[in-house]
């Protein structure tokens, strides 16, 4: 049933390349540190071993899921078998986890399971609806894998919900932008609020404009270099710098490697 679920996946992302999932697949090992999650996360990996490293290491193997809440800077190596990494990756926002009872412990960030036959058919059909669905009611289907993993025994799922509520939503508008014309006073406009009321919600989520930006950038051009054949300088662009070297420069600093070499282990999906 994995293989008609990627085969669908696949067939979907042919279609088009604008839908609300991604897979990501490597036929060498990728070694990446400095990645920042920005929001809740969930990875189903397909073929291979994904090893994260923060405080522990989590390793997360062939039919297994990992879902993740926001997360600092982690070191992620993507392992393929057979020559093949692959793993199907889900964004979840905030407003998702309203409704999903909370569990009574606090300190939880991740959780991991088996993906059975009742996550996989949720995700089958979240796949299959994606290329008509509006924004509602994808969210309701969201809402409904979230809902699932809670009746599946995962109670902790509602504490993997993001706290950076603001700093997602700044995140999505430079996105949004390709990172043009953004600036603190736009910023403040499109959330109907002053720049003290801005800055004082972001100390408290112990985040900064420049901050979000910079994570916003990379981990944008991160996503391009996996999912699409652009070249290197025009996702550069499409990040917002204004030279391919300085771009180059900036992956090197945070991931540990270039551009070009990351795209050399890349599979074409």
């Known amino acids: 049933m994995i293989n008609y679920f990627i085969h669908r996946t696949k067939q979907a992302l042919l279609n088009s390349k604008s839908l609300p999932f991604y897979l990501y697949s490597a036929s060498s090992e990728q070694n990446l540190q400095n990645i920042v999650f920005t929001k809740p996360i969930l990875i189903f990996i397909v073929n291979g071993t994904k090893e ?8 997360c193997r062939s039919s297994e899921f990992i879902f993740l809440s926001d997360h600092k800077l982690l070191t992620v190596r993507n392992i393929p078998q ?3 990494y692959m793993a199907f990756i ?4 905030c407003e998702d986890f309203i409704g999903i009872p909370a ?21 089958d059909q979240f796949v299959t609806i994606s290329a008509w669905a509006s924004k509602s009611i994808l969210a309701h289907r969201r809402h409904e894998i979230l809902r699932l993993l809670y009746e ?21 508008f430079f996105i949004q932008s390709q990172f043009q014309n953004i600036t603190s006073k ?16 972001l100390r408290q989520e112990k985040q900064s ?9 990379l981990g944008h051009g991160l996503h ?7 070249s290197i300088q025009n996702i550069a662009e499409q990040c917002g710098y204004q030279t391919h070297s300085r771009f180059t420069e900036n992956f090197k600093n945070r991931f540990g490697l270039t551009p070009k070499k990351l795209r050399k282990t890349k599979n074409i999906v």
């Open 52 to 59: 994260i490293c923060s405080t522990e290491t989590i390793l």
């Open 152 to 172: 599946l025994g995962y109670k902790n799922i509602a504490r993997l919900g993001t706290q950076s509520f603001l700093g997602n939503k700044i995140h999505d």
């Open 186 to 201: 736009k910023i403040c406009d499109l959330l109907f609020m002053s720049e003290s009321t801005l800055r004082r919600k």
């Open 90 to 93: 889900l964004e979840f926002e």
């Open 209 to 217: 404009i420049k901050e979000i930006k910079a994570n916003a950038q």
């Open 103 to 123: 569990a009574q412990q606090s300190d939880i960030t991740y959780i991991q399971g088996k993906v059975g036959i009742e996550l996989q058919e949720e995700l």
């Open 82 to 84: 057979q020559n093949e």
């Open 224 to 230: 391009l270099l996996q999912t699409t054949e652009f």
